[in-house]
Every structure is written in structure tokens, then in C-alpha cells.
Nanobody, 124 residues
């Protein structure tokens, strides 16, 4: 059964760090573009980062550059999102998703499989 399971969300103070995990079963993350999306309260789900399957090319939304890092561990079949210097505006539910296309793009419609999400709250 194909499944993506996110974990690692938590309540963290501004300036803190978290590492989210996206563990896959039923598919090999090495063969899929994996995206990370965030849905803030009252807002649409937005693409924030992704990693391509073909050459490992990564993408970051402008506000994440320099703070977030996406990585893939093929042996563990898991993709990670390291988030540093977190701010209250980073609060939201974070989802990972898999696309059968080689090149990753931060567009929801390009993704075929989704996890259930993990809550990140940044607050003092």
C-alpha cells in the first residue's frame, strides 16, 4: 500500500529549528519528485520546497531560502525538511507529496500522492 507519513512537527519558539520527515512505503523516493507544502491557517496550501528524482535538484520558495534544506535518504526511503530560524509565519500544517515526474515543481496539481500532514506551530 502506497503511503507517505510526515512526522516531526511540534511547537517551537521563534528562532528555533525542526526537522520534518516524510517516510514513504509502496514507492521509492529515489524515483519520485518529492515536494513539501505548507498550509497556514486560513490560507491555501503552498509549495515551499521540493527535490527532483532525476538529479536531486532542489527548489525553495523565496522566504525559505537560506533557512530550509530538503534532503533525501534513499536507503531509508525518507525525505527530510530541515527548518531553521523558524518564525511565527511558518506556522501551519506541512505536507509531503510525491510526483511521478522527474522534475519537481511547487504546484499541487503535479503531485499524485500525499501524506496526512504534520503540525508546526511557532510561538513564544
Amino acid at each position: 500500500q502506497l503511503q507517505l507519513v510526515e512526522s516531526g512537527g511540534a511547537l517551537v519558539q521563534p528562532g528555533g529549528s525542526l526537522r520534518l520527515s516524510c517516510a514513504a512505503s509502496g514507492l521509492a523516493v529515489a524515483n519520485y519528485a518529492i515536494g513539501w507544502f505548507r498550509q497556514a491557517p486560513g490560507k491555501e496550501r503552498e509549495g515551499i520546497s521540493c527535490v527532483s528524482s532525476s538529479d536531486g535538484t532542489t527548489y525553495y520558495a523565496e522566504s525559505m531560502k537560506g533557512r530550509f534544506t530538503v534532503s533525501r535518504d534513499n536507503a531509508r526511503n525518507t525525505v527530510y525538511l530541515q527548518m531553521n530560524s523558524l518564525q511565527p509565519e511558518d506556522t501551519g500544517v506541512y505536507f509531503c507529496a510525491a510526483s511521478g515526474r522527474e522534475r519537481c515543481v511547487p504546484l499541487r496539481l503535479r503531485y499524485d500522492y500525499w501524506g496526512q500532514g504534520t503540525q508546526v506551530t511557532v510561538s513564544s
